[in-house]
C-alpha cells in the first residue's frame, strides 16, 4: 500500500524561501530542506496513525536514523528513511536508498534495537523499513509525501 498526501506547507513555508546571500554554504540549504522534508514526513505518519519513538537518532559514525515509529497496527515496528528533494532532476528520491544506503539503515536498526530494547526484542515482532519522499515545491509552497511501507 503506498500513500500519498499533496498539500500546502503551513508553517515552514518560510524556509522554502530563497536563501538570501549566495554565499549561504549549499549543505546548510539541503539540511534545512531535509529537516522540513523529516516534519512533514513525520505529521503524514501520524495522520495514517503511526506512532514515533524517535527521530533522529545518530548512530556514531554509521549514520542517523531518521525515524523510528510503530506502524498504525501498534505491532510494527518502522524504521523509516525519509528522502526530500526539491525537483526529480536526479531522480525520485527513493531511488537514492540504493543498497549501501539499505545496508546501513538496517546494521544501525539492528544496533538500536540490541543496544536500547534488548529485552524487548521477541522474534516474531515485526520491524519493517519504509521510506517516504518528500518533493517540494519552493515556488507554490507545497509538498508531495510519498509513503512506501515495506520498502526494502
Excluded at 540549504?29 to 495522520?47: D, M, P, S, V
Excluded at 530494547?117 to 510519498?146: G, K
Amino acid at each position: 500500500m503506498n500513500d500519498e498526501d499533496s498539500r500546502p506547507i503551513s508553517g515552514d513555508a518560510s524556509l522554502l524561501q530563497k536563501q538570501k546571500s549566495p554565499v549561504t554554504l549549499t549543505g546548510q540549504w539541503n539540511r534545512k530542506t531535509g529537516e522540513i522534508g523529516e516534519k512533514l514526513a513525520a505529521r503524514h505518519l501520524e495522520r495514517l496513525g503511526y506512532r514515533h519513538v524517535a527521530r533522529n537518532l545518530r548512530m556514531g559514525r554509521m549514520g542517523e536514523l531518521d525515524l523510528v515509529s510503530w506502524a498504525e497496527d501498534g505491532r510494527t515496528l518502522c524504521f523509516v528513511e525519509v528522502k526530500t528533494r526539491t525537483s526529480g532532476i536526479y531522480g525520485a528520491p527513493a531511488e537514492a536508498v540504493d543498497f549501501r544506503k539499505r545496508l546501513r539503515i538496517r546494521k544501525m536498526a539492528e544496533l538500536w534495537l540490541n543496544r536500547c530494547h534488548a529485552d524487548s526484542i521477541t522474534p516474531d515482532m515485526p520491524v519493517r523499513f519504509d521510506v517516504v519522499e518528500v518533493l517540494l515545491s519552493r515556488e507554490a509552497h507545497t509538498a508531495r509525501v510519498h509513503h512506501i511501507p515495506d520498502a526494502f
